[in-house]
């Protein structure tokens, strides 16, 4: 009986002591030694774990005896296991460095602001598209980036033209002519090739889309008073890239797209090619296009040389053909119409571009940078044609300097920008030739860990308009690695154009010639800040926030207003546009899961001689959200849902709120992949609960368009790799 009583207590004893086995560890960031608050650990295989306090401890216990893994994680760093022994001969503390670099925080090299640093590393705030959500939306609609951008939180396409799909972009409600749209950095698209230039951007041959919202006319002159979006194409890698999509649409729709990149020794090339072809496509059934016939060949060859290891230059040629014809569904069948409307696009681009980088000690380096922009466009609507050819041309000179605490960037730049308008009727032409002459100078300082500086300074002379001294400002505080903010602002401009949504939605017929001894540039003032945070909440779930406040100010806007005479004349009333509002990113992950929910929040006012006025055609309210699952290089499905809230429209009618849902799919292989997409199936269009037009089929009198008018279209197709 004694003997049992023993072997009890002292299994009793055993189950005790293997019940005690515990660990203490100090969680930090191998970069700089600081804590990591917030950091987790588990013991692999339980449900034994714990999360760091501010100096970065953390405990376990009750861990079983035997050889155990502990898992030490935390959000944007490489999770590290260890395997130690229990019990353990020694009680120490573990020391556990983490290194940057997971899959949050992948190392983001940000173009447009001529910098060396990453995102993560920047005072100016910058969006990235990139990655698998760059193929994301690619997959969705390979013929162009409208739905790239419309995606993002605080960005909308609108639609200009309710047959020819013309659309511009929208950033925090303000009108499109005051966003810079770049191509790695180049300021080509605007004046008259702006209307189509979102509809001939296909994305297959995109590295990354960089987004800075606020004014900045700082970076690359005037024209980014809402912001700039800059296209950042691909570059020859280690290993040869040949890619090809095959896209098919049920709207009868389709896109073929090829990408080739490789290095040949001291030579490099890319060469991306597609062909994109669309069918007169009436879902309403209302005799109109909600998507036009087109046919569109682009072509786009980049030669990359190295001529030392420090000294490069990259050659390329861009050039995009279309047809794009929109209108009486009859008449673009083929049917024999008696005074059929339509609206005839012929366009042709071609642009040249080159870049010299030189570089020495630590990354300092010279720039020097060219483009020519040919672009020829022809409107045709029954007896009315509006053409003309444009030629644009950034000429940049810039270099780098100091270290990656201290560095500066300073550059001149010639801007040139000219119309010829064909003379075919009896009205006045709107020619223009602009001559912008720039130099700016930059400085990113970083003081300490937790404080880094960036500022900047322009000054342009146009030659029909003056001098323009645009200052800017960011500062990025470093709280704890799971907390930052960024605060910043500055000045912008905007040189006067004809060419604007609101000429574009009437094809520029009788719009005069801006009056340039009677008119000002416009000039605005903004700023943001920003709150970034993230954690693991239940040492399960990767989260991540984002909270934005924006305040931008336009002086003097031009107005496009119908005369007694019936001309459409710009003037500038004594008034001023605000935007003010708060956009708000979250980001939720657990395991195979990841859900992002983006709101919008845009008060977007009119002042004009002490009367305001809600500017038209924005949504105030904005919900984006996207569930995806994800089995890594297998598997890829998608639910998304965006909410519009009503917006006020020009002919003072209010637009209804509405939802657009969507569904992707994409399966992997190694060599192949077949990807499904199931656009707003639940057939949201402005068709369905408002109309588009007034007045006949055959001379229709377009309303606002603010919601999409194709409806439900499916499309997929299958994506080659070798």
Partial sequence: MIKNILKIAIFLIAINSMAQNSVEAVIMNSEDNMPLLGANAVVKGTDIG???????????????????????SFVGFAAE???????????????????????????????????????????????????????????????????????????QTQQTSAISGNSSIRI??????????????????????????LLQIVPLDLQQVEVIKGSSSTLYGGGAIAGLVNLISKTPGEE???????????????????????????????????????????????????????NRYTINPRVFYDFTENTKLDVGVNTTVEERTGGNMNYLEGDDVEDPYFERNNTARTTLQSGLEHSWNDGNRFNLKNSFSFFDREIETGDYTFAGKQFASYNEASIVLGTEDMEWIGGLNLWIDRFDQDELFDAPVVDYGHYTYGAFIQNNWRANDWFQLESGLRTDYQNEYGWFVLPRISAMFTIS??????????????????????????????????????TEAENSIGGNFDINYRTELFETIEFTSNTLFFYTKIDKPIILQNTEAGNFEYLQPNGFVESKGIEANLKFGY??????????????????????????????????????????????????????????LSDGARGQEYWIFGLMMEKLWEDFSIFLNFENFTDTRQTRFDS???????????????????????????????
């Avoid at 303000?174 to 605007?190: C, V």
């Avoid at 297998?634 to 809230?645: A, P, R, V």
């Fill in 591 to 648: 395991k195979d899961f990841k859900l992002f929910t983006g709101y919008t929040f845009a008060d977007v006012d009119r002042t004009e001689n002490g009367n305001t006025f809600e500017m038209p055609l924005v949504s105030r309210h904005r919900l984006n959200n996207v569930l995806m699952y994800e089995l890594e290089e297998s598997l890829k499905i998608g639910l998304e849902g965006y909410y519009f809230s009503p917006q006020q």
């Fill in 81 to 155: 296991e260890i395997s130690i022994d229990f019990p353990r001969s020694t009680n120490e503390t573990l020391e556990i460095f983490l290194e940057s670099g997971g899959e949050e925080m992948e190392e983001v090299i940000i173009k447009s602001t001529r910098s060396r640093r990453s995102i993560a590393d920047l005072p100016t705030r910058v969006e990235v598209i990139s990655g698998e959500e760059l193929t994301e939306k690619g997959n969705m609609k390979p013929g162009d980036i409208r739905m790239l951008l419309n995606e993002t939180t605080g960005i």
């Fill in 50 to 72: 714990a999360t760091a306090d501010i100096d970065g401890k953390l405990s376990l216990f009750e861990i079983p005896d035997g050889r155990q893994t502990i898992i030490f």
């Fill in 692 to 722: 588009i037009f007034t007045g006949p089929v055959s001379n229709p009198k377009f309303r606002d368009i603010y919601a999409p008018v194709d409806g439900f279209v499916v499309n997929g197709g299958v994506k080659l790799f070798f």
């Fill in 481 to 518: 690695d799971a907390l930052t903010t960024r605060i910043g602002g500055g000045l912008g401009y905007k040189t006067p154009s004809v060419f604007t949504e609101d000429a574009e939605r009437i094809q520029f017929r009788n719009v005069l010639p801006i009056d340039v001894e009677n």
């Fill in 172 to 197: 925090q409600g303000l009108d499109g002519k005051y966003t810079q749209l770049l191509k790695d950095g180049y300021p080509l698209y605007s004046g008259f090739s702006g209307g189509l230039s």
């Fill in 240 to 294: 040869r890239e040949l890619n090809f999509m095959l896209n098919a649409t049920s709207a009868l729709g389709v896109d073929v797209s090829g990408f080739y990149s490789d290095t040949y020794g001291k030579l490099g090339t890319t060469v991306f090619a597609s062909y994109n072809l669309g069918s007169p496509y009436d879902p309403a059934d209302i005799g109109l296009t909600a998507i036009p016939e087109f």
